[in-house]
């Protein structure tokens, strides 16, 4: 007979895959098209603030900015399966939404795409600019899944009396969102567009049916 904890597990690990892999779809079905539309066209709309000016590229950062990959397998062993599939009905709906934006309002990105000097940081950045064109930045998809993902996080864990795990969500959350920006790859308003997206889902989107 296999032990309780595996038993729990499974239902989560199964729904995670299920939501992963729907966002997955819907992501490649609408980010590289939209992308690729948005270098094409003629107009395209500079969603800056003052404070963009003032963010240093921190190459270092990077680390953050790809520990992304990490944060968002942690539901498999931290959230609920409720909660797993309210946050793959979010992420997906987010995607679709991000996607039209993304269509209707393609964007420049204000910095500079500059090499650092040293590697492996120079390679690093090489690579992640001759993959991803700068025009898909409001509102911000990485912010979007990050900070779904860490509510969804918190809300299980917070239920378990769990808050050191709380606060290591929250302090990895706004770093991963921090990072966006210090590498360059985002702006002030693309986090805040997110974080208001999230919001807005967190309402529209209950964990349980019957609440909708």
């Known amino acids: 007979m296999a032990p309780a904890a595996s038993r729990s597990t499974a239902p989560r690990r199964r ?47 990077i680390w953050v900015y790809f520990s992304f990959f990490v944060f968002i397998l942690l539901p498999i062993w931290w959230v609920d399966s409720d909660d797993i599939d309210a946050l793959g009905r979010r992420q997906v709906l987010a995607t679709v939404l991000c996607g039209v934006v993304f269509a209707l309002f393609p964007a420049n990105l204000a910095f500079e795409r500059v090499l650092p000097e040293a590697e492996p940081y120079r390679s690093i950045f090489g690579w992640m600019f001759a993959v991803d064109a700068p025009h898909n930045l409001l509102p911000s998809l990485h ?5 779904a993902t860490g509510l969804a996080l918190w809300a299980t864990q917070w239920r378990r009396g769990r808050p050191g795990r709380c606060a290591l969500i929250a302090l990895w959350g706004v770093a ?32 349980r049916p019957e609440s909708l």
């Open 15 to 61: 729904g995670l895959l299920f939501w992963a892999l729907c966002t997955l779809v819907v992501f490649y079905a609408i980010y590289p098209a939209s992308n690729w539309l948005a270098a094409r066209q003629s107009r395209r709309y500079d969603f800056l603030t003052p404070w963009d000016a003032q963010i240093p590229l921190v190459p270092e950062f």
């Open 143 to 147: 912010i979007v899944y990050t900070v």
């Open 176 to 207: 991963i969102c921090a990072s966006t920006m210090l590498v360059h790859q985002h702006h002030v308003l693309d986090v805040v567009a997110a974080v208001v997206l999230v919001a807005v889902l967190q309402r529209l989107v209950r964990t």
